[in-house]
């Protein structure tokens, strides 16, 4: 099995940081996309950034300029640094891995989700 947690959320007035960091570990072999969504109250999940193994990112274009994804592959950890926060930035924020278990040829990658870390931006 994989476990991913996060950690780093808490309250912040707008106009402050926050850095998020995810830690896979378990059962892993390799890790390929590791992803940052949001889910604020009543609202749908939403992706915010993600990074590849090869270090190529995307973010949503609600947090381009503000949010900066970054991962050390030899610890399994990906971060999201959270600059110039807005109201509109709170949620609970998950992490997502895609991960490979086995180096047997018939090992695939599978979708894993850690417990989610509550941002909260408010004066």
């Known amino acids: 099995q994989v476990q991913l947690v996060e950690s780093g959320g808490g309250l912040v007035q707008p106009g402050g940081s926050l850095r998020l960091s995810c830690v896979a570990s378990?059962?892993?072999?390799?890790?390929?996309?590791m992803t940052w969504f949001r889910q604020a109250p009543g609202k749908e999940r939403e992706l915010v950034a993600g990074?590849?193994?090869?270090?190529?990112?995307n973010y949503a274009d609600s947090v381009k300029g503000r949010f900066t994804i970054s991962r050390d592959k030899s610890k399994n950890v990906v971060y999201l640094q959270m600059n110039n926060l807005k109201p509109e930035d709170t949620a609970v924020y998950y992490c997502?891995?895609?991960?490979?278990?086995?180096?047997?040829?018939?090992?695939?990658?599978?979708?894993?989700w850690g417990q989610g870390t509550q941002v909260t931006v408010s004066s």
């Open positions: 997502n891995a895609d991960v490979r278990s086995s180096a047997a040829a018939w090992s695939k990658y599978f979708p894993y």
């Open positions: 990074i590849s193994s090869d270090g190529s990112t």
């Open positions: 378990g059962s892993i072999f390799r890790i390929s996309t």
